[in-house]
């Protein structure tokens, strides 16, 4: 078996391996394998990498926006090069299916596109004549250094909506990505350095909670961007604001998707089944309880578990057949299970049931098949979690008003879909919902890179979401100017005086 990988940080422009310290395995998913070692930084590390990104800061704040665009056009054009390699080496340490990994990848680089219309995005406003001979106006100007802490289930994306956009906008960026999937990151900075990125721009420190707390500590550290879940979410907003940085937290979710009884049945039972069930459920904008209105659930039932019964639960990083993969690691993989068990206990009907699931030619992966569990009631615990694995819940409910009710009592608001043929019910829903991200017929309403990703409530804290032009605003901050020019001797100037 080959030795696992290490796992170097870049610090100031050069890759040093860490010894000495704590390390936490990294897992190939499909086969339980052990295929790195992500060495957990500290207060140290994170104070080089700051220190490298203050150092930076001077000479990239004055670099051209234009110039700073020119090497994300490059750089965008080197990752689309290695975009089947990436999309391999998200699949090897996250274990979702190949397609689902070049989605991460895409949706990834539609960030960085994004990003290199910097100049445009970065113009200010101006009025002339606010009033007599006096003119206004505002410019966008860097933070200073700004730090990223990313989850585990997206490792392309997330950290792409992030540093991107940061360093377009003239700041220097330390990213701490999710010691579960460190390598892609790497790859993508190590691509970042080869397009022409000066030194100390991006750094990158890997490292679990100590080193999250040092960005929240460091005095250097203007802004922070967070995802993961809601308990870190909310702590790390308190804090870092607390310390008076800006910080833009998006936290976990729980998703409902309405069927109405009039939605067409093959799109939703179809929509139904991506939402729940791709990435094996660990999306934050996974649609994990479906409510069923009417009569609804008897005509898309039926379908739904044909469909789900079909999905391959197989290796994906061997299998291209593979239509689900594993979850991330072996805890998880049980938990799930225990969820699913405490439901069922409850009186949920499991209607397919991944915890029976077998896949004897990956005898070490960390499976759960895709599970639907019909009878669900508010309180039981597939309910109350968010499971963040393949389990769909099914509520049937009488009416659209319960529906929304139901829907709207969560302590979460990050996505919400509704299926129906009925514009009117389509136009409540959107009005009524608390949610910030909502599907019409769409079961996963993700926003691409050029719309806010636009979590409420405690799916998100913060006032400026991740990605769009909020990202843009997140990263700068503004000055007004206030001008008046006298002729020659009239008023006072300095040099009369
Ligand atoms: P997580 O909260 O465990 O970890 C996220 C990051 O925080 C990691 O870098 C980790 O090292 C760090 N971290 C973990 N525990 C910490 C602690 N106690 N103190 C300080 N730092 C800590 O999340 P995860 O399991 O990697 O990712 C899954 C979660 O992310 C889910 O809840 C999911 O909904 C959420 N998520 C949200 C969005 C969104 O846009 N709202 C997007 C993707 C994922």
């Not at 590390?45 to 990239?60: G, K, L, R, S, T």
């Not at 937290?249 to 179809?270: E, H, Q, R, Y």
């Not at 904008?285 to 639960?313: C, F, H, N, Q």
Request: aromatic share 6%; with cysteine.
């Amino acid at each position: 078996m080959p030795r696992p990988e290490t796992v170097p940080l870049l610090i100031a422009g050069q890759w040093t391996s860490l010894s000495g310290v704590p390390t936490t395995p990294v897992h190939n998913p499909s086969s339980g394998e052990v295929i790195a070692e992500t060495p957990l930084g500290g207060p140290r590390e994170i104070d080089q990498a700051v220190q490298a990104a203050a150092a930076a800061f001077p000479a990239w704040m004055e670099t051209p926006p234009v110039e700073r665009a020119r090497i994300l056009f490059r750089l965008k054009v080197m990752l689309e090069d290695r975009f089947e390699e990436l999309a391999v080496s998200v699949t090897r340490e996250h274990g979702k299916t190949l397609a689902e990994a070049r989605g991460d990848v895409r949706r990834g680089l539609e960030n960085i596109e994004y990003a290199c219309g910097v100049p445009s995005l970065l113009m200010g406003e101006s009025l002339e004549n606010v009033a007599r001979g006096i003119d206004c106006d505002t410019i966008r100007q860097p933070l200073g250094v700004v730090a990223g802490i990313t989850p585990f289930n997206f490792p392309a994306m997330v950290p792409l909506w992030m540093w991107p956009m940061a360093i377009a906008c003239g700041n220097t960026f330390v990213l701490k990505p999710s010691e579960k999937v460190p390598l892609t990151a790497n790859r993508i900075a190590a691509v970042a350095m080869e397009a022409g990125l000066p030194p100390g721009v991006l750094n990158l420190v890997h490292g679990g909670r100590e080193a999250v707390d040092a960005i929240i500590d460091h005095p250097l550290v203007r802004a922070i961007s967070f995802v993961g879940s809601t308990t870190v979410a909310r702590d790390l907003h308190a804090r870092g604001t607390a310390r008076g940085k800006r910080v833009q937290a998006a936290g976990g979710a729980k998703n409902f998707v309405l069927v109405m009884p009039d939605a067409d049945v093959s799109p939703t039972a179809t929509g139904l089944m991506e939402a729940a069930f791709g990435c094996a459920g660990e999306r934050c904008m996974a649609g994990s309880t479906a409510i069923a209105i009417g009569r609804a659930a008897d005509t898309v039932l039926p379908e739904l578990v044909d469909v789900v019964s079909k999905i391959k639960v197989a290796p994906t990083d061997r299998d291209p057949a593979a239509g689900m993969g594993p979850v991330i690691t072996r805890e998880h993989q049980r938990r799930v299970c225990e969820l699913i068990s405490q439901a069922a206990d409850a009186g949920a009907r499991p209607l397919t049931d991944g915890r029976t699931t077998s896949v004897p030619e990956a005898p070490g992966g960390f499976f759960v098949g895709p599970t639907v569990l019909d009878h669900v009631r508010p309180g039981m615990a597939t309910m109350t979690e968010e499971v963040f694995g393949p389990v769909l819940n099914v509520v049937r409910m009488d009416d659209l008003d319960a529906a929304i009710e139901l829907a709207n009592a969560s302590p979460y608001g990050n996505g919400a879909a509704i299926f129906t043929r009925s514009g009117k019910a389509a136009r409540e829903f959107r009005h009524r919902i608390q949610a910030g991200m909502v599907g019409i017929n769409i079961g996963v309403p993700a926003p691409l890179a050029f719309f806010p990703f636009s979590g409420w409530h405690a799916s998100f804290f913060g006032d400026l979401h991740l990605q769009g032009r909020e990202s843009v605003a997140f990263y700068t901050q503004q000055k007004v100017t206030t001008t008046r020019w006298f002729s020659h001797g009239e008023g006072t100037i300095w040099a009369d005086r």
